[in-house]
């Protein structure tokens, strides 16, 4: 059986006292799998992951990091635990160069790798080689996206976790993003996303779970989901049509 990395058990957390957003959604991610979190929108998604990251209060349930409990860790040392997260907006320093990016998320590296480390980076996104002078804000969607990536990664986290990587990209960019993440997967990284653009998280994804007003409702092999009608009808608000012929009930 796969070496379990991240466990969420019965999580709710929420932004105000006495109001949860997330209530009582678990997860299981094992090493080296791409876990993609679905919903509709207001589902919870984003909050769920933002708590997992320290970043929204949790009131109940419990967070492990590789069998470690991270249910109370502050937001500012996740990434020393090993945890990397990449939110859906501001994820970079537009005003500065491509390379100081890089370079200010070396915080907890010793010195003497962070050099080599950089041009790991640059070796995994090559487009970014010829931006490395130019300030992030001026990059396209895309190779920010990358950018903001290559800061989680540079770290060498356990587990990336991202927050609708694809949201705003043209259909050139999101095909790169899922690209990237497919080859993040086969470097060892273990992922968890949340994504609204259903279809292209499943084709790569390992497993996926269905989040519904802050609860998850329905879990499977990625590869089997878009077409399994319990999700059409989660997700997407669809009755499945009880025989052929019938109409929705």
């Known amino acids: 059986m796969s070496e379990t990395v991240l466990e969420v058990r019965d999580l709710e957390a929420g932004y105000e006292p006495g109001v949860p957003i997330v209530r009582g959604a678990s997860i299981t ?74 370079r200010v998320a070396c915080g907890i590296l010793e010195r003497r790798e962070i050099p080599g480390r950089i041009e790991e980076m640059y070796a995994a996104f090559p487009d ?56 993040i997967r086969k470097s060892g990284v273990t992922i968890l996303l949340v994504e609204q653009n259903a279809k292209a998280a499943l084709a790569i994804g390992d497993r996926a779970y269905v989040l519904v007003e802050g609860k998850d409702r329905h879990e499977g092999i990625a590869s089997e989901l878009w077409n399994d009608p319990v999700v059409a009808e989660l997700y997407l608000g669809q009755r499945p049509l009880k025989s052929e012929g019938g109409s929705a009930a």
């Open 29 to 102: 991610v094992a090493k080296g799998e791409i876990v993609v979190v679905l919903g509709p929108n207001g589902a919870g998604k984003s909050s769920f992951i933002k708590a997992i990251a320290g970043l929204v209060p949790i009131t109940r349930g419990t967070v492990f990091l590789d069998g470690r409990d991270i249910t109370a860790a502050p937001a500012h040392t996740m990434v020393r635990l090993g945890l990397a997260f990449v939110p859906q907006t501001e994820n970079i320093f537009p005003l500065m160069s491509v390379e100081d990016n890089l």
């Open 128 to 183: 970014l080689v010829r931006q490395r002078r130019t300030a992030a804000g001026n990059l396209s969607g895309g190779q920010r996206q990358m950018l903001a990536v290559a800061r989680a990664l540079i770290v060498h986290p356990k587990v990336l976790v991202l927050d609708e990587p694809s949201a705003g990209l043209s259909p050139k960019f999101v095909s790169m993003v899922f690209e990237m993440l497919a080859d």
